[in-house]
RNA sequence: CGGGGCGUGGCGCAGCCUGGUAGCGCGCGUGUUUUGGGUACACGAGGCCGCCGGUUCGAGUCCGGCCGCCCCGACCA
């Protein structure tokens, strides 16, 4: 993308409504714009992020063996009456009437539409287990919307749901999601920590939230340092054999992890390496049993032919929430510094005089060969705003094409996290960007 | 929902107490000057002062109602 003709309008002051870093950082960055309490209009730049965040979610879900899906964001009212929830639900959904006086609501969540696609379809126990989910937009009326895009109350969710012949099964597809998760996180480049949690409204008896550390998180979190050494994306743990599954499970719930609400600080004082900080919640799972396949009456044939309620669990993340929770735990006083995998331009190229034909060659030569991963600051501006701008986006890698080293036929290249800089050719600068 | 605060050019704010027809900084446009970490000067564009009603010769300012937004608390991906 050429910034000149891009819209991104960055800020050099903070929006008054913005409190925390995230969000002051999102709208001075020009990733987002609030349309109203809690909704947000996503600009080109911010959208990419939640792209790559959603992409990634995609790849270890589609690896966990689960299926895509799109669910409308819309629903019958028919389908909560069913499964009880619609008139326990309460105020915080979104309840529509169509022109017609059909009652209709803006999903909260999709339990209820992903048992009856399943009842209409599923018949007998050989189709079992299944786990689909979607990435879809979702509401939920909160009383007080808040932190930018971290609670608001239009949000991108990756809900999943997984749904299995008997417990045993559930408990599979369970880790399965937990694994799947992990490596999600750590992919995403955040430290998250499982805990175990409170079911909440969806109802269940097992449930595991997904807590990533970040200093300006809203809970204090506990664990052991343990965690930090598991690497979940390597091949240890086998999607596909229990046993490294049950491994992974009891790796994840011997060592100690609880938020500050259920901290037992009799366990605390056992563990050897002891981690504590800030976390935000971005994932939950659940396993809740047959409590939607019974009330909505969805039943497989069993092996013996009798008709078995399948055991289900839902998986979600909050993927717009992640983009704010990434800020939170990789920001400076300059702005932003997205991890690699989720930058929305893998470099920025700053041409600091633009009309130099040195300059111009460079530049131009760069951002054809980046094809399409680089932001080309080709704006008629001075220096300083461009290294300002740049620093606040966050892009990984900055590439600095100036006439002292164009001339020579070499840039600067400055990687973000770092602030380390050096004066390298064009070729090496490109080598550089393009290994991960 | 309880408590607090705020709505004035794109952004940040002053003006309101003590009514007299809107101002500052940034940003934006043009020109000159600069140019390696938010350059300087000049000129310029841009405002139903959140909305409705009331008081008044006159309302951004006073009064009433409504709407919106933010913060703290209870609740949540």
Known sequence: ??????????????????????????????????????????????????????????????????????????????????????????????????????????????????????????????????????????????????????????FLMKDGYSFDLDYAGAVVSYRKMMLAYMRTFQRLGVQAIPMEAESGPIGGDLSHEFIILAPTGESQVFYDAAFERIDYSSANFAMDSEADLERFAAAMTEHYAATDEKHDTQRWAGVQEKRDGRGIEVGHIFYFGTRYSKSMGFAVAGRDGTPVHPEMGSYGIGVSRMVGALIEAHHDDAGIIWPDSVAPFRAAILNLKVGDAACDQAAEELYGKLDGAALYDDREERAGVKFADADLMGHPWQIVVGPRGAAAGNVELKRRATGERQEVSLESALSHISRR
């Open 1 to 154: 993308m050429r910034l000149s003709r891009s819209l991104v309008p960055t800020l050099k002051e903070t929006p008054s409504e913005a409190q925390i870093v995230s969000h002051r950082l999102m709208l001075r960055a020009g990733l987002v714009r609030q349309t109203a309490a809690g909704i947000y209009a996503w600009l080109p730049a911010g959208w990419r992020v939640l792209q790559n965040i959603a992409r990634i979610v995609r790849e270890e879900q589609d690896a966990a063996g689960a299926q895509e899906v799109l669910m409308p964001t819309i629903q019958p009212a028919e389908l909560w009456r069913e499964s009880g929830r619609y008139d326990a639900y309460g105020p915080e959904m979104l309840r529509i009437k169509d022109r017609h006086d059909r009652e209709l609501l803006y999903g909260p969540t999709n339990e209820e539409m992903i048992t009856d696609l399943m009842k209409q379809s599923v018949r007998s126990y050989r189709e079992l287990p299944q786990i689909l989910y979607h990435i879809q937009w979702k509401f939920r009326d909160e009383v007080r919307p808040r932190f930018g895009v971290m609670r608001g109350r239009e």
